[in-house]
């Protein structure tokens, strides 16, 4: 069983920066394709990136395509969310998540962290 822990969420103000985490422990992250995922307010559950075993693939959402970064340091065992010119509608809660490419890119993957805030103010 793997276990996801999410850190370094926050306010930040409207085009500001911010990097998120996320541990992984139980199995050795390059086990897995990783994933970044939102939820704001009110919404539903939003695919915003994922990243391969390896790193040699990303995929954003176009939504913050240029904006976003996904990396990873599988012998650290860590997956990082770096994020600019961050904007009010990118407040949500962000989550990662562990399984394989197809089940991140179609929203199920079976492992899932428990959450981080990041709040943007205008």
């Known amino acids: 069983q793997v276990q996801l822990v999410e850190s370094g969420g926050g306010l930040v103000q409207s085009g500001g920066s911010l990097r998120l985490s996320c541990a992984v422990s139980?199995?050795?992250?390059?086990?897995?394709?990783m994933g970044w995922f939102r939820q704001a307010p009110g919404k539903g559950r939003e695919f915003v990136g994922a990243i391969s075993r390896f790193g040699t693939t990303t995929l954003y959402a176009d939504s913050v395509k240029g904006r976003f970064t996904i990396s990873r340091d599988n012998a650290k065992n860590t997956v990082y969310l770096q994020m600019s010119s961050l904007k009010p509608e990118d407040t949500a809660v962000y989550y990662c998540a562990a399984d394989a490419w197809i089940t991140i890119t179609t929203a199920t993957p079976n492992y899932w962290g428990q959450g981080t805030q990041v709040t943007v103010s205008s």
């Open positions: 139980g199995r050795t992250s390059s086990s897995y394709t």
